[in-house]
């Protein structure tokens, strides 16, 4: 099985489901914010303790949250750092980044 701690995109591309059947195909933008947020010094360490995502409505703010509360779950986190991602008031973005970690879950079960 392939490992995605390493690779965000991958893992997303990979395992990131929008509807059962459906892998999510980023645009290059959101490759760009996923990799910024991830990036990583010489020495393996995270560059940045604080990743903001600020887009316009209906942008994949929720998306991409999504993508990177799972991948630290599913990979093991990013080390000592603690990952907080902030939905706002809207219980919409809450019930999209908790049925996306069900269904990866569900597809990673699947493969063992």
């Known amino acids: 099985m392939k490992l995605y701690q390493d690779s965000v995109i991958d893992f997303a591309e ?12 980023l645009w290059d933008f959101q490759k760009d914010i996923l990799t910024q947020a991830t990036a990583k010094d010489a020495a393996g360490k995270y560059q940045h303790d604080i990743s903001v995502i ?3 409505r ?9 993508i990177l509360g799972c991948h630290a779950l599913f990979c093991g986190g990013y080390g000592t750092k603690i990952l907080t991602i902030a939905v706002g008031s809207e219980s919409n973005a809450r ?7 069900k269904s990866i879950e569900e597809d990673l079960e ?3």
Not at 14 to 25: A, E, F, R, S, V
Not at 58 to 66: G, I, R
Request: aromatic share 12%; hydrophobic share 30%; net charge positive.
């Open 110 to 112: 699947s493969k063992f």
């Open 95 to 101: 019930d999209i980044i908790f049925s996306k970690a």
């Open 58 to 66: 209906q942008n994949s703010k929720s998306e991409l949250s999504a």
């Open 54 to 56: 600020s887009l316009p």
């Open 14 to 25: 990979d395992l990131y489901y929008l509807k059962p059947g459906q892998t999510i195909k």
